[in-house]
């Protein structure tokens, strides 16, 4: 059974850069049939997708977040990872890892698509 | 970006009752479109794909439908575990996934 698991620290100061890892456990990282993932949700609100990357290392981001946004994969230990610079309060969230099944698929290539595994979540707070 | 409206926001049904969520997207998304289930302190969990595929091990009273712009999500017989939000999200426009803002089922 495929499971997730989010870590990293709890607490980053403003400015700096929240940096978390998911682990992936039941299965490999390495299929061809998914992405992988961050999506987050501030307390009390919605969700919001951060961005996904396929094993081979092709990334999307959301737009609004790409500027500041970072997701790598480490086939070898079956793990990826986000990093997120220049945080503010704003980022203060339960940040998601998921595995994404392929979706919207043009011209031989085919794009994140629906999130059919999770992780459990994990809190960070942005605070000085 | 394309943006997702769902409604209502929130509304109170008790046990038994037939709901129906609704789920407008501001351009065309074919069937590119999932709903999620999430309860208080957990993860989402994938109820429906492709608009009205549903997730294997989620029971039938929940189904989905639309295409284009317009999608609902059904629970035929709502039971005491069915209190939670919901969520839509299209994956139609690329690089950009977005999700509706979400509608809280409460009980009545």
């Given amino acids: 059974q495929l499971q997730l698991q989010e870590s990293g620290p709890g607490l980053v100061k403003p400015s700096e850069t929240l940096s978390l890892t998911c682990t992936v456990s039941g299965g490999s990282i390495s299929s061809s049939s998914y992405y992988w993932g961050w999506i987050r949700q501030p307390p009390g609100k919605g969700l919001e997708w951060i961005g996904s990357i396929y094993y081979s290392g092709s990334t999307y981001y959301n737009p609004s977040l790409k500027s500041r946004v970072t997701i790598s994969v480490d086939t070898s230990k079956n793990q990826f990872s986000l990093k997120l610079s220049s945080v503010t309060a704003a980022d203060t969230a339960v940040y998601y890892c998921a595995r994404f099944n392929l979706g919207y698929c043009s011209g031989g290539s085919c794009y994140p698509g629906y999130m059919d595994v999770w992780g459990k979540g994990t809190t960070v707070t942005v605070s000085s | ?108």
């Fill in chain 2, 1 to 108: 970006a394309i943006r997702m409206t769902q409604s209502p926001s929130s509304f109170s049904a008790s046990t038994g009752d037939r709901v129906t969520i609704t789920c407008r997207a501001s351009q065309g998304i074919s069937s590119y479109l999932a709903w999620y289930q999430q309860k208080p302190g957990k993860a989402p969990k994938l109820l429906i794909y492709a608009a009205s595929t549903l997730q294997s091990g989620v029971p039938s009273r929940f189904s989905g439908s639309g295409s284009g712009t317009d999608f609902t999500l059904t629970i035929s017989c709502l039971q005491s575990e069915d209190f939670a939000t919901y969520y839509c999200q299209q994956y139609y426009s690329y690089p950009s996934l977005t999700f509706g803002g979400g509608t809280k089922v409460e009980i009545k």
